[in-house]
């Protein structure tokens, strides 16, 4: 098992909810400045849509999700979660779960060194 996974993809139909969660395999979550999240659809580049300062909880998100996406991070139970709402068809993607120790470019993500395995939102019209 990696430090990182992710849960809660599914294929919903547009204008849906998902609730994805990342769980760390870590003592602490602090082990890290950013954690986000991150997506790929075929044939795509991967591209931050959010992520979260874990010292101080400040989020960043991209502009294609911003209003749709909340991420959030519990401390005590080294999670970090992404609300997704209003889905739309072209959010169809793998989602990554990441880490960073780097407190810079939080949506970038040649910054991220830990990735989960993904977990897939499919989004019908």
């Known amino acids: 098992r990696g430090l990182l996974m992710e849960s809660g993809g599914g294929s919903v139909q547009a204008g849906g909810s998902l609730r994805l969660a990342c769980s760390a395999n870590?003592?602490?979550?602090?082990?890290?400045?950013?954690m986000g999240w991150f997506r790929q659809a075929p044939g795509k580049e991967r591209e931050g849509v959010a992520s979260?300062?874990?010292?101080?909880?400040?989020?960043y998100y991209s502009d294609s999700v911003k209003g749709r996406f909340t991420i959030s991070r519990d401390i005590a139970e080294k999670m970090v979660y992404l609300q997704i709402d209003s889905l739309q068809p072209d959010d169809t993607a793998m989602y990554y779960c990441?880490?960073?120790?780097?407190?810079?470019?939080?949506?970038?993500?040649?910054?991220?060194?830990?990735w989960g395995q993904g977990t897939q939102v499919t989004v019908s019209s």
């Open positions: 990441a880490a960073s120790g780097r407190l810079e470019e939080p949506l970038n993500p040649e910054k991220y060194t830990q």
């Open positions: 870590v003592a602490s979550i602090y082990t890290y400045s950013f």
């Open positions: 979260i300062n874990i010292y101080h909880g400040n989020p």
